[in-house]
């Protein structure tokens, strides 16, 4: 096996995604789209291949965040890399090169997250012998990436997946249906201003930050007309009431964004908007529905414990990952980093407040 690694090209990004796609730990937030859409958000994607031959073995979506004031950065691969870790060689090679385009950037760090389920000795133990250590830092589901999640086999039939949910579940999405809730499947751009509406007062009424319409309209164009997202709304007496925006690649759905309005909230238009979503996915050819992130604390008291009821209602397995591990190319900004980066997050989230209470009077 003659191992190369190389940064693909524009026009190479269908045979990038099928090897993303057809991976057993391929992700969406890995695929070259992805990385176009983080793209506005001041990220330069890199992508990189491990090949013998013709063959890709290993890829991964390098994130590079320039830091301000001074000539270096971070890079960052988000649910990545796609590799099998157990392959020594293959992993060596990938490092190798990851360290190359680190030295190639001024870069002081890799952080990856991959999507491992824990516990993984194997694979922890892999990590840490070549380098990696678990990263401290953790915010929001603890980390950038939640690092707990709802996931879901759907390969039973519909039949048998309804009956697995939770009793109030069903009820709801029974109720739902019967008060006239519809899901509307096919939407347009006008229906992602509509969601967009939504999403902002979902966003005031608990307490959480969202992206500029911008964001989403580039979420449109590189995801939902490329086969990769799609927007569900749900239509309560001609209103729009609620609306989610799913994610797809190779045989997963992951659920992304939701949003409900204040009203109506009573004809439970979430519910059907999830089984909905399940439906599609099932007939897309998906074996697994991922929900996203819940709290880790699962206390009643946790103020997202209602978020974690929802979800767990569907019956779906409660996953933990390992979490983020950061491979350090310089200690002394490594170092910098983590007393620094805590306290630029918190300027950001302070400026943003102070906007809304000067937008509120």
């Not at 249906?177 to 992602?192: H, S």
Request: charged share 25%.
């Amino acid at each position: 096996m003659s191992l190369t690694g190389r940064v693909i090209i524009d026009k190479e990004s269908q045979e990038f995604n099928s090897f993303i796609a057809q991976h057993s730990k391929g992700h969406i937030l890995q695929s070259f789209e992805w990385g176009e859409v983080k793209a506005l958000t001041g990220w330069k994607p890199i992508r990189l291949v491990i090949e013998d031959g013709d063959n890709i073995l290993a890829a991964v979506s390098l994130l590079k965040r320039q830091l301000p004031a001074i000539n270096k950065s971070i890079l960052y691969a988000p649910r990545g890399p796609v590799v099998d870790f157990q392959d020594e060689k293959v992993f060596k090679a990938l490092l190798q090169e990851t360290a190359s385009i680190g030295k190639k950037h001024n870069a002081i760090l890799l952080k990856i997250d991959p999507d491992i389920a824990a516990p993984n000795n194997q694979v922890e133990k892999i990590l840490k012998s070549s380098g990696f250590k678990p990263a401290g830092n953790a915010e929001g589901f603890e980390g950038i990436q939640p690092k707990y999640v709802f996931r879901l086999d759907i390969k039973p039939t519909l039949e048998e997946l309804f009956n697995n949910l939770h009793g109030k579940t069903r009820y709801n999405i029974r109720l739902a249906k019967k008060r006239g809730v519809e899901v509307k499947e096919e939407c347009n751009k006008k229906d992602l201003q509509e969601f967009y509406q939504i999403l902002k007062v979902t966003a005031e009424r608990d307490k959480f930050l969202i992206r500029s319409f911008e964001y989403f309209e580039v979420i449109w164009r590189k995801l939902v007309e490329n086969g990769l997202a799609k927007l569900f709304m749900a239509y309560y007496e001609g209103k729009p009431v609620a609306g989610t925006l799913a994610f797809i690649m190779g045989q997963n759905v992951w659920y992304i964004y939701g949003a409900s309005s204040n009203k109506y909230r009573n004809v439970m238009p979430n519910y059907l908007l999830q089984w909905t979503m399940i439906e599609w996915a099932k007939d897309q050819g998906c074996s697994m529905y991922d929900f996203r992130g819940v709290p880790g604390n699962l206390t009643e008291d946790n103020p997202l414990y209602g978020l974690f009821r929802f979800k767990k209602g569907f019956n779906g397995n409660y996953t933990q990952f390992i979490g983020e591990y950061d491979l350090i190319y310089s200690n002394l900004y490594y170092h910098l980093w983590n007393i620094c980066e805590p306290m630029y997050k918190k300027g950001i989230r302070k400026a943003i407040n102070v906007k809304k209470k000067l937008r509120g009077k």
